[in-house]
């Protein structure tokens, strides 16, 4: 599973975010520029092997640094059985 998302307000890349699952963390993504010109991209990828049937949030944190604020985004996922 993939979470994509892009921004047109920057055009720096090599930012880091952390990513969440449920609270329990999940690893970290980095930004890179997008092949669109100024946007700026990011893949977060995890595991959907351990999530069991339901809800689930996906919480990406970028802690901020001298120029942006720091910033939370939370998505909610559902895992069915098909």
């Known amino acids: 599973m993939a979470l994509n998302g892009t921004s047109t307000e920057i055009c720096n890349n090599g930012f880091s975010v952390s990513g969440y699952v449920d609270g329990k963390y999940a690893g ?12 700026i991209s990011m893949i ?11 809800e689930h949030a ?9 120029q942006y604020a720091p910033s939370t985004a939370t998505a909610y996922v559902r895992v069915v059985a098909t």
């Open 58 to 66: 996906v919480t990406i944190v970028f802690a901020g640094n001298a």
């Open 44 to 54: 977060f990828r995890f595991s959907t092997n351990d999530l069991t049937l339901g």
């Open 28 to 39: 970290q993504a980095t930004t890179y520029p997008a092949p669109s010109g100024c946007d």
